[in-house]
């Protein structure tokens, strides 16, 4: 079986509809083809300043939302970034590796510095997209579903993994970027040129999918459009309108095609009213699920543990093979 690797970080109470169409929902097709590594990265998510309590509880949470997404602990190793060592040990040597303008040019660093302040943004943050490398390059996997935001970690990740390879020995797989077309990138529902996220200024464009959803509702019938009439995918000039028919299309499992034939002379409260039912009818039953694991925290505990010591063989066997190329005495 070919290997897939993904993350999501813990870094809020819930994951949004973007964090699920871009990404998500292919983890869990593809833990059916794959041998599947999903975890959940708290090394990168102290990168910005996290309380101690909310941590722990959203890396929790996490777990317990990927669980009641479908990610199955039968098919899928699920663990905790910072359970598994040897990702902080891999950044490292990966770090070794790393030119320093190369790491400069990330743009989400770049982004995140100037939120941060410049005196505030840490080497940590600095060297995120190392250790993303390193979570990916341990596992030799071939694919790494993410949606159009980590494109350019990706290609750094190939880099690297190609740099070390030729300077030591063939050790890595070159991984390729899962990014579906289309579901690549969601969009901010007040500002529909922007990508959904949590760090928005405002979350009234961000739909939660854990939040009541009778908020949910209400923001998507809030939702910009434009002062045409028509329902017509073109997210070049009807960008609010083009990110609802790919919200609904994906929701409702209906080509974007077809809605536009559906919608034909009705207007954009029908498209918006019909796509926060979807969405509704999606998180509903998804609450309970997360509610559900949530209540049993022994067993939760006891998936990641599971899940850490499956990763660790894994991981591990990479990073002894690394220490050994670059000359490291055995451990
Ligand atoms: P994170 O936690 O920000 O997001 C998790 C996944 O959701 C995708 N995503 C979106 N997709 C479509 N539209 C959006 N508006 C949207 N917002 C977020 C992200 O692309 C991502 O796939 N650095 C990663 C976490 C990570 C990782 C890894 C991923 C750490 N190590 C190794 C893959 C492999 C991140 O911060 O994702």
Redesign the pocket.
């Known amino acids: 079986k070919q290997r897939v690797?993904?993350?999501?970080?813990p870094?809020s109470d819930s994951f949004?509809l973007?964090?699920y169409?871009?990404?998500?929902q292919y983890w869990v097709r593809l833990q059916d083809d794959f041998d599947a590594f999903y975890f959940i990265?708290d090394l990168?998510a102290i990168t910005v300043p996290q309380d101690p309590k909310e941590l722990r509880k959203r890396t929790k949470v996490s777990a317990a939302q990927l669980l009641a997404l479908g990610v199955d602990p039968k098919k899928s190793t699920l663990f905790v970034q910072s359970q598994v060592p040897e990702h902080a040990e891999l950044t490292w040597v990966l770090n070794c590796i790393t030119g320093f303008g190369e790491a400069s040019r990330m743009t989400q660093f770049k982004d995140k510095s100037v939120k941060q302040g410049a005196d505030n943004a840490t080497v940590g943050l600095f060297t995120y997209p190392v250790?993303?490398a390193a979570?990916?390059l341990l596992y030799r996997p071939q694919l790494?579903?993410?949606?159009?935001?980590?494109r350019q970690?990706l290609e750094l990740t190939r880099n690297l993994a190609q740099r070390f390879n030729t300077r030591y020995k063939k050790t890595f797989v070159v991984p390729e970027a899962h990014i579906v077309t289309g579901?690549?990138?969601?969009?901010d529902l007040q500002d529909p040129t922007s990508?959904?996220?949590k760090s928005a200024a405002s979350d009234s464009g961000l739909l939660s999918l854990l939040d009541d959803p009778k908020v949910s509702a209400k923001k998507i019938r809030s939702a910009v459009t434009d002062t045409e009439r028509e329902i017509r995918y073109d997210p070049e000039t009807k960008a609010g309108v083009s990110n609802l028919l790919v919200i609904l299309s994906s929701l409702t499992d209906t080509p974007i095609v077809t809605l536009e034939q559906d919608y034909a002379g009705k207007g954009y409260g029908d498209l918006k009213s019909d796509t926060a039912d979807a969405l509704i009818e999606f998180v509903t039953p998804l609450r309970a699920k997360v509610q559900e694991y949530m209540s049993d925290q022994g067993e939760l505990d006891r998936v990641l543990a599971a899940g850490a010591e499956r990763a660790r063989e894994v991981a591990g066997r990479t990073l002894a093979q690394v220490y050994d190329r670059v000359g490291f005495l055995a451990r």
């Open positions: 690797l993904s993350g999501i970080q870094t949004h973007g964090n169409l871009g990404a998500l990265p990168h250790l993303m979570d990916i790494v579903p993410v949606g159009e935001d980590q970690h579901t690549a990138k969601i969009y990508k959904m996220s």
